[in-house]
């Protein structure tokens, strides 16, 4: 049998101030005075028998060899000092510290008063400068998650809400405190339902009754922590659970090295009708390394276990205990019948069974009562802990559960981005918006219009000059339709905005698709004043177009068609008057050669001239063109390109969280 005592590293040696004699006089009563009314004291002799056995014992195993007594003498010290925790100044004294870090508690004091006879003596305190608490080590491949984590985190606090990082940050939080805690412990709570029998297999692991058990519900009112070794004060600590509800076992050799290291906590019951006891349950459970689901063979299918417990928790199989207990009801072959059927559950639940080798949940059957099965759980608890893997690998469940939350606002399985030709559609838009098509026509239009003015014939050219100084424009029409064109490309522009921001949110999870399209929308503010800048600076140059080589040729041919047929006509002339000598042939076909050449020559030019008007025109086109691409990509392209990139990272860390690279 085991018995329980407190975990205070704290030696006394003596009786502190302010404890009074008959305590003493109480406390070496021997445990069957408690337990057994009937029973006389023991003689002094054998109370000095006794405590020398206990000395032996304990200088056996390594402890103090000075016995008990003291150690006796110090715990009533201890819970004496209780009453000092009140003091006018407010500074409770160091023996009134230990014995509220560690104390035995109502619970306890009503085991030695019930089952003292069926105890052995408590052991002694582990001496000061014990075994320290090494902190937790995480593996490299856990570190590289976390750190691609917390990046993740802190690249998507202003994309997405604190409330979808929450879960994110909390695994960060509870990795960093666990991490600088004890890793030579491993913390395993013992949950259930009500009636399922998880405080007396916390008692029967524990050997001896630690955990209140009864009829009565809810019975486990508060977490009852017992520890197997030295250390684990911080991780209590952690749990909250206070020190009057610490205890430790007696440890014999054979037991010491199969469960040093394991830091049980019975908690409340999950169904309780308490509302605190559920809260209590659900914090702790976020918080330990393992958890031993504790079920019976009523309340083993109960909906609620498996949708509000098992089935969330399936990813934490790794570190998960399921137990078939009170198997001491089922008659024959009904316990493995039961225990299929759970295991069938839990298949349903996603929870990954540890069969055939392959990591899961342990799923054993056993009875707390009669102790059939106790043994293979405690020996595969021994080995659980053993192994020191849990709290890595809890951690490392944790952000599983944290990356599948996640998943929906970084994945989406469609490929997302802005393709190249989305990019020339916007540019396409743009240009369509500042009317560059249409400057390119006119000034290809200007071109050739220079042109037949430069080649023309004289009479033409002032012909033309004639029609233009008699249709003076007015001025009324172009500022209306200007003012209409103006309305027309400012809504074009938003047009291509619209559609290029929908382009690259395509296939993007919903809050990136938001913040692309809110980048488009912030870089389009003033997106049409700049495109009419633009339009200025890059639009036709002053004065009139270029001149080829070749225009002083064709001009110079055009004058001598001109002086030609002016020599032929004062040739006619003067034949007509008499002052030459009639020879119509030589007159005339000068005439004609100067009228049929100068249209000619005209012609020609306006042949020549398309060509290098139509490249003229394309060269303003394109100017004005990349003017507005370069404006809409500056402002509007490369904002939305910003937030593909971020999302890219992010997309990539998400990648490296999960463990499996960008998908």
Known sequence: MTAVTDQDHTEHTG????????????????????????????????????????????????????????VRRGDRAGRGDHAERDRPNGAPSEATDCADAWDDGLIARRVNETDGAHQLPAVSRPAPGGPGAVPLAYDGPLRARLDALRELVGLSRTRLDNRTLAEAGRVLDEAGARRRLSGRHTVVAIAGATGSGKSQLFNA???????????????????????????????????????????????????????RGLVLVDLPDHDSAAVQHREQVDRILALVDAVIWVVDPEKYADALLHERYLRPMAGHAEVMFVVLNQIDRLPG????????????????????????GEPGANVLALSALTGDGVGELREALGQFVAERGAPARRI?????????????????????????????????????????????????????RNAGRACGTPWLRLWRWYQDRREPPTGRLPLRVQADEEATARQRVEQAVRVVADRASAGLPAPWAQAVREAAVRGAQGLPEALDELVAKAGLPPGRPPRPGWWPVAVFAQACMTLV???????????????????????????????????????????????????????????????????GRARVLDAVAAELLRYREVREQYGRVTGAGVR
């Open 15 to 70: 009786r502190p101030k302010g404890t009074a004699r008959g305590d003493d006089r109480r406390a070496d009563r021997s445990p069957g005075e408690h337990g057994h009314r009937g029973e006389t004291a023991a003689a002094p002799e054998r109370r000095d028998s006794r405590r020398e056995r206990e000395r032996e014992r304990e200088h056996e195993r390594g402890g103090d060899p000075r016995g008990t007594d003291a």
């Open 205 to 259: 692991l524990a050997g001896v009754t630690i955990s209140e058990t009864g009829v009565r519900r809810p019975t486990t009112a508060a977490p009852i922590a017992c520890s197997w070794s030295d250390g684990a004060a911080g991780l209590l600590d952690r749990l909250g659970i206070p020190g009057r509800l610490r205890r430790r076992p007696l440890q014999y050799p054979d037991v010491d090295s199969q469960l």
């Open 333 to 356: 072959e009904a316990a493995d019948q039961v225990l299929d059927d759970l295991r069938r559950l839990l298949d349903e639940d996603g929870v990954a069974l540890g069969e055939y």
């Open 396 to 448: 490392s469940a944790d952000v599983d559960v944290a990356a599948g939350r996640l998943r929906p606002v970084y994945v989406t399985g469609q490929r997302a981005g802005l393709s190249e030709e989305a990019r020339e559609e916007f540019a396409d838009r743009l240009a369509d918006a500042v009317g560059a098509t249409a400057a390119g026509e006119a000034a290809e239009r200007a071109w050739l």
């Open 565 to 631: 047929q002016v020599v032929g006509g004062l040739w006619l002339l003067g034949q007509i008057i008499g002052l030459l000598s009639p020879n119509l042939g030589v007159p005339v076909l000068l005439m004609l050669s100067g009228i049929i050449g100068g249209p000619v020559i005209e012609w020609s030019c306006r042949m020549a001239a398309r060509g290098p008007a139509r490249r003229y025109g394309q060269e303003a086109e394109r100017r004005l063109r990349e003017a507005a691409a370069g404006c």
